[in-house]
């Protein structure tokens, strides 16, 4: 006879797992199973399971082994679900990572904009939801878009602290035949290189299937405003948009806002063209503010001061600047003043040019005022080389056109910021411009003037600001660690030189876009070092010095073991010095990070920086004003500003002190004006953000250690033999794990301590998305048991699933489990961590004959169980609509008797 089934009768079926029977049809049963998911099945594919309460009233119970090990995976599987706390990352966890993750990954198709401070650790973010969402099966094809510079660097993190392996995108690999965007499923990719139509790429592109996930790294360089849009914005809007190649987005950026709300809103609108449309937040004040209350529904930020460890405590304090004041020498001073007067003659001549002609004239002055406020030997380098071009008189119509097409790159690099692929790839356009140029004059006459520049520049045999260095390393800096930045690699060669002439060849690294140094002294060939070797021999203490031009201002961490940096120069925009803290003020800084800047007062750099230095303590003081709670907004502030305003500062500042004040309070009077602030303190008050009173509650205090006990009791289910030592657990894999290649017969060492280094070419850490742990986790949670009993048990522990049963929402959390403890009237409620916590502090040890109390009464305190949850499930924040409560398991603690 056909078994008839009722509705909510639990069920397993071979493929789809344990669910719960919706309706009885005849021949076939339709089950809505605990991924999900709805099927209509065989009867004969179905297999009744039994129920709490026939097995309550059954003689014999289960065994507390298979309960717990059931119980643990299905609590970690919840937990993970949500936070992704147990992901194989090779870093600590922070709350407020996890809570990013939380949120994003938590609705699909998810749709975010992540502004967090530098330092928050935004690869670390991208791996959780990543690796949350990979290791579900919710995505496959994930894409990432960042600067060329860090193309290499997310491929490498992801790999090393996540275990994700992304393809790396090159032309050479993209072409008809190929099929690149549909046979590669994990990529990541130049932007600026994307954004080109090459060759037929956009169609390919646009025909392939489409990105589960889509992240753009540096995502403020998507500019639009109301007449056009650059060549990003629109290839991402048309990815998006247009041909629906993207199902879900997340964007990271520090400065999202650069000043203009049209540009702003136009960026949100990639993300949710249903929410924001720029022409609407300009159209009046009313409708901004519309538009800005719609932020937090998009838009996340965490700041360094807001930011805890697991137990609450800040993990960042405010970085020191002090300054060290040096003056020129005689030789300096002459060679400063000829240059002054050079420029100021250039300036002039340039002033009966042609636009163009004008344009790049003073650019090229500009580029020269900007190396020698770095150092002489910078400057110097670029006018030996000018003069010897001047001298080859070089006149061929292929080299004209590639000298135009330098000049038109730098000139959109310098006054169209959004274009600049790295801050570091325009300073060497800077430092190489005066030789591209050589056939267009600076000046009447040019030859002499740079003949008599070179040889002033000539008797300048010691730079004071180099002394001046020296002197701080033997004195404040005594001892320890240092990082130094400039922004040019002639100025990077100087201080190399003498910093191995006083402690040695071994004593330093460099870092710079082309990896390679030239001009240091003692050394007749360039050195070469790559970025991440250089990061790693400094990190690792190998040498004392690091000297990086600013292609180690972003994406590179330097903190294990260093606190003191020194700014060689300044640069002309202050983002730049907020991007080169960034790489020592940052999470695992065990030390208050000291900055010291260089300074001449006799220059008018220094005034210039001075004057803004003010302006911008000014700006934070007024923040500070009308924040409830003030945090650290000097990047947004410089990141609403254009570097354009920087570049006209300092390029056309007068030297004379009596002008400087009033012409300086003009030319700056909206940075960081009443605009601006109010723009900050909107965004800010608007967006969501990490809040460690609200998420504590919420956040779960567990991490790998408690995966532990959980794996312990599956191999001792499977009669395993386990060997522990300090180096971790050793066994034979069970041979019902053994269902694909990657998992291997048997473990050595295995562990699950993030921070540890392995020194086995094997990865031994454990952790969900370990294939051999998601076996694990897989067979407990088909383990057909749920009531048993234990003697060390105190109390009563009642174990729900909920679900929702709304499906037609896409959601990424589809259940969650939650314990009830205690008894009638004195019941409180366990969230998924804590439910875990208690059952890794439990030994199984069952005898049914120990309890006292029936079956019935049992179960009647059951229904109460739920009850109480049902009343009180607003604790657990859940994203369900309509949840549903079932009762999947009860440990009953046995009395002491003696049988």
């Keep these: 006879m056909t078994r008839i089934f009722k509705k909510g009768d639990r069920v397993t079926h071979a493929i789809f797992g344990t669910g719960e029977v919706r309706l009885d049809d005849e021949g076939t049963v339709i089950v809505r199973f605990d991924s999900g998911d709805i099927h209509e099945c065989p009867k004969h594919e179905i297999k009744l399971l039994q129920s709490l309460q026939e097995a309550l009233l059954s003689s014999e119970w289960h065994d507390s082994t298979e309960v717990l090990a059931k119980i643990q995976a299905l609590a970690i599987r919840s937990i993970n679900d949500v936070w992704g706390v ?9 709350p407020h990572q996890l809570w990013v993750c939380r949120r994003v990954v938590q609705e699909m198709p998810t749709r975010w904009l992540v502004a967090d401070d530098v330092g928050l650790g935004k690869t670390i973010e991208a791996g959780l939801i990543l690796w949350t969402l990979l290791n579900k099966g919710v995505v496959k094809r994930i894409l990432i878009l960042c600067p060329a510079s860090l193309v290499e660097q997310w491929q490498y993190r992801l790999r090393t602290m996540f275990d994700i392996r992304l393809t790396k995108y090159t032309t ?14 994990q990529v990541v990719a130049s932007l600026p290189t994307l954004r080109k139509d090459s060759r037929g790429r956009h169609k390919r592109m646009f025909e392939a299937e489409p990105w589960d996930l889509l992240i753009i790294d540096e995502a403020h360089h998507l500019n639009a405003d109301e007449k056009e849009m650059t060549l990003g ?14 199902k879900s987005a997340v964007f990271f950026s520090g400065t999202p806002h650069r000043g203009k709300h049209y540009q702003f809103f136009a960026l949100l609108k990639l993300l949710r063209d249903d929410l924001f449309n720029p022409k609407l937040a300009v159209s009046s004040e009313i409708n901004l503010q519309t538009q800005m209350r719609l932020l937090r529904q998009v838009m996340l930020r965490n700041n360094k001061q807001s930011v805890t460890d697991m137990k609450g405590k800040k993990l960042f304090s405010p970085h020191t600047v002090s300054s060290e004041t040096y003056s020129y020498s005689e030789s300096e001073a002459e060679f400063y003043e000829k240059l002054t007067d050079f420029i100021l003659t250039g300036k002039a001549y340039a002033s009966g040019l042609d636009d163009f002609n004008q344009r790049a004239v003073m650019l090229i002055l500009i580029c020269m005022q900007k190396l020698a406020s770095s150092s002489v030997a910078a400057i110097r380098r670029a006018l030996e080389r000018r003069l010897q071009r001047n001298r080859e008189n070089l006149k061929k119509l292929e080299v004209a056109q590639q000298q135009k097409q330098k000049i038109d790159r730098t000139l959109i690099s310098q006054f169209e910021e959004e274009d600049i692929q790295t801050s570091d790839e325009l300073s060497q356009l800077e430092e190489e411009i005066l030789a591209l140029t050589e056939n267009l004059r600076l000046v009447e006459n040019e030859i002499p003037w740079l003949e008599d520049l070179i040889t002033a520049a000539q008797k300048v045999e010691t730079e004071t600001k180099i002394t001046a260095i020296l002197n701080i390393l033997e004195t404040r800096f005594a001892d320890r660690q240092v990082l130094f930045f400039t922004e040019y690699k002639a100025t990077q060669s100087l201080l190399m030189s003498a910093l191995i002439s006083q402690y040695g060849d071994g004593c330093i690294t460099f870092i710079n876009g082309e990896e390679k140094a030239e001009g240091v002294k003692g050394h007749k060939t360039p050195l070469f070092e790559k970025r991440e070797n250089a990061a790693k021999k400094f990190n690792e203490r190998e040498v004392r010095f690091l000297v990086s031009t600013e292609a180690g201002g972003e994406g590179i961490d330097l903190q294990e073991n260093c606190y003191s940096l020194i700014h060689i120069d300044l640069p002309w925009n202050p983002m730049r010095l907020h991007q080169r803290v960034g790489r020592l003020n940052r999470y695992g800084q065990k030390h208050i990070v000291e900055v010291i800047t260089l300074r001449n007062p006799d220059t008018v750099e220094t005034r210039i920086w001075d004057k803004l230095n003010q302006k911008i303590e000014n700006i934070m003081q007024s923040l500070d004003a009308v924040m409830a709670e003030p945090e650290d907004l000097l ?4 990141g609403m500003t254009s570097p354009k305003l920087f570049q006209e500062i300092f390029s056309e500042a007068n030297g004379k002190k009596e002008d400087l004040n009033q012409w300086f309070d003009l030319k700056t009077a909206k940075f960081g004006g009443k605009d601006a602030i109010a723009t900050v303190r909107e965004m800010v008050g608007s967006c969501d953000k990490f809040d460690f009173q609200q998420a504590s509650p919420l956040l779960p205090q567990v991490d790998l250690p408690d995966l532990q006990p959980f794996l312990i009791n599956m191999l001792h289910i499977n009669k395993r033999r386990i060997t522990q030592t300090p180096e971790g657990l050793s066994f034979i894999t069970p041979d019902d794990w053994l269902v694909e290649p990657a998992i291997q017969k048997r473990y050595e060492n295995m562990h699950f301590e993030r921070s540890r280094r392995d020194k086995s070419t094997m990865p031994s850490l454990l952790g969900v998305g370990h294939r051999l742990f998601g076996q694990a986790l897989q067979q407990a949670i088909d383990l057909p048991v749920g009531v048993t009993c234990l003697i060390n048990l105190e109390h009563p522990l009642f174990v729900f699933r909920i679900a929702d049963r709304v499906t037609s929402k896409q959601i990424n959390v589809r259940q969650a489990i939650a314990a009830i403890t205690g008894r009638s009237n004195q019941f409180a409620l366990l969230k998924d961590w804590q439910l875990l916590q208690q059952l890794n502090q439990l030994s199984s040890n069952t005898n049914s004959d120990l309890v006292n109390e029936s079956g019935e009464f049992i179960y009647q305190q059951l229904d109460q169980a739920e009850i109480f949850l049902r009343a009180n499930l607003h604790i657990l924040d859940l994203p369900f609509q309509i949840p549903t409560l079932q009762a999947i398991a009860i ?3 046995a009395c002491n008797k003696i049988i």
């Excluded at 050479?172 to 499923?185: G, I, M, Q």
């Design 891 to 893: 440990f009953y603690p």
């Design 233 to 246: 914005y629109s290839f991402i809007d048309r990815l998006i948009n247009e041909f629906k190649r993207v």
């Design 635 to 638: 990047e947004l502030v410089l």
């Design 86 to 94: 147990f992901s194989l990352a090779r870093i600590d966890l922070l």
């Design 172 to 185: 050479e690999a993209d072409t008809p035949k190929s099929d690149f965007w549909n046979t590669s499923h």
